[in-house]
């Protein structure tokens, strides 16, 4: 079992940042991927970015290709999403996830809400 617990979200106005964290705790492995996922109201989850607990690769949905940045600390277990440049469009849940296969997660956490206001 892994436990993940996000933490971060708020209220920023368009334009502006905030930093997203994952904490996992439990059977985490090297080979699993942690990725952050978001839900906007009456819309579908969507994939947001993700990266591995081993190597240097990540992934980014062409939305928020150089606005977010997704990072890992790994004597922390925690994965962070830098979200810069946010724009109302970006208001949302947003949940982190881990599991052998991208993107069919085995393990979420509650979610974290990020509003922005225009």
């Known amino acids: 079992q892994v436990q993940l617990v996000e933490s971060g979200g708020g209220l920023v106005q368009a334009g502006g940042s905030l930093r997203l964290s994952c904490a996992a705790s439990?059977?985490?492995?090297?080979?699993?991927?942690m990725g952050w996922f978001r839900q906007a109201p009456g819309k579908e989850r969507e994939f947001v970015a993700a990266i591995r607990w081993s190597g240097f690769s990540t992934y980014y949905a062409n939305s928020v290709k150089g606005r977010f940045t997704i990072s890992r600390d790994n004597a922390k277990n925690t994965v962070y999403l830098q979200m810069n440049s946010l724009k109302p469009e970006d208001a949302a849940v947003y949940y982190c996830?881990?599991?052998?296969?991208?993107?069919?997660?085995?393990?979420w956490g509650q979610g974290t809400q990020v509003t922005v206001s225009s």
């Open positions: 996830g881990t599991g052998r296969y991208h993107p069919q997660y085995e393990y």
């Open positions: 439990g059977r985490t492995s090297s080979n699993y991927f």
